[in-house]
Nanobody, 123 residues
């Protein structure tokens, strides 16, 4: 059974940084593309970033481009999201997800999801 566990969320001031991590267990990590999504209160879940199984291709939502960086370490079965210059509107629950069919910005394509980690940006 595939499980994803996120960590690294917390409270940070606007302009600060946070790094999220997500560990996959239960299957071969390198066969999955990985994505990060987020959901703010009262809003739909939205795509943040994705990385191909090889790590050579990365994708970002326009709202985070230039501020967030996604990476993966297949040896550690982990995917990371480095978030810099955080804004109030980045406040949300952040989820990592695994996609066995390819890299996508669409949540519906992802097979497995973590439980989420809260990121709160304060002024």
């Amino acid at each position: 059974q595939v499980q994803l566990v996120e960590s690294g969320g917390g409270l940070v001031q606007a302009g600060g940084s946070l790094s999220l991590s997500c560990v996959l267990s239960g299957h071969t990590f390198s066969t999955y593309a990985l994505g990060w999504f987020r959901q703010a209160p009262g809003k739909d879940r939205e795509f943040v970033s994705a990385i191909s199984w090889s790590g050579r291709s990365t994708y970002y939502a326009d709202s985070v481009k230039g501020r967030f960086t996604i990476s993966r370490d297949n040896a550690k079965s982990s995917v990371y999201l480095q978030m810099n210059r955080l804004k109030l509107e980045d406040t949300a629950v952040y989820y990592c997800a695994a996609d066995s069919s390819g890299t996508s910005e669409e949540a519906a394509w992802y097979d497995y999801w973590g439980q989420g980690t809260q990121v709160t940006v304060s002024s």
